[in-house]
Each structure stands twice: as structure tokens, then as C-alpha cells.
């Protein structure tokens, strides 16, 4: 991730985590923790447990959190609220913007 991380959560049933990068974009990476493992555990796995992978906003996050079920997640932004599924490995994000601001 690049620069670094921003903010960081665990799914509710404990079997991914999900960061936002400090780019510009915020780019959002979701694991499978148990994969990451297994990655890390034997050198000639190629699965290092990569679920998805996308930029998200470029405003500034304030928070992430995987919903019940585990299946989408709520990013809380400046002035929005994504709402986050993936699908095929790619991050796609539904956003909210309040005021006059566009996206």
C-alpha cells in the first residue's frame, strides 16, 4: 500500500481485513486473512490472499467498517459515505455527496 496506511479493519467474523492506503486515491485492499497465512507459511503458494483491490475517494477517510454478513463495507469520508462490494477482485463503490460538492 502505498505511503502507507490509513485506517484498518477486521470483517466481524474475523476472516478478512481491509486497509485504506494514505495515496491519493485511498486505495482500498481487502485479504483473506486465512490465505495470507498460508501464503506467508509456504514460499511456493501463490495465493497471498488478495479478495479485492481499488481506489476509492479522494477525500479524505475518516473510518471503515465491514457491515453484517460481511459482504460490503461503510467508508466514511469527507463530505460522503461509500458504500463498498467487491466483485472479481475489483473494488466497486457506491457514494453518497452531501452539500454542493461534486464527485
Known amino acids: 500500500m502505498k505511503n502507507g496506511i490509513a485506517n ?5 467474523n474475523g476472516s478478512m ?11 482500498i485492499a ?3 486473512i486465512e490465505k495470507g497465512i ?6 511456493k503458494n501463490t495465493d497471498f ?4 483491490f481499488g481506489k476509492m475517494s479522494k477525500r ?3 473510518d471503515i467498517k465491514f457491515v ?3 459482504d ?3 467508508v466514511a469520508c469527507m463530505k460522503e459515505v461509500n458504500l463498498i462490494t467487491w466483485k472479481d477482485g475489483a473494488i466497486l463503490a457506491d457514494r453518497t455527496i452531501w452539500g454542493d460538492q461534486k464527485p
Do not use: Q, T, W
Not at 8 to 12: A, G, I, K, L, T
Not at 38 to 43: C, E, T, V
Not at 49 to 52: K, S, W
Open 8 to 12: 484498518v479493519c477486521f470483517s466481524n
Open 17 to 27: 481485513v481491509a486497509a485504506v492506503a494514505m495515496d491519493d486515491d485511498h486505495s
Open 30 to 32: 481487502i485479504y483473506n
Open 38 to 43: 498460508a501464503y506467508r507459511k509456504d514460499p
Open 49 to 52: 490472499g488478495l479478495v479485492a
Open 60 to 62: 479524505e477517510v475518516f
Open 68 to 70: 453484517p454478513g460481511d
Open 72 to 74: 460490503s463495507m461503510v
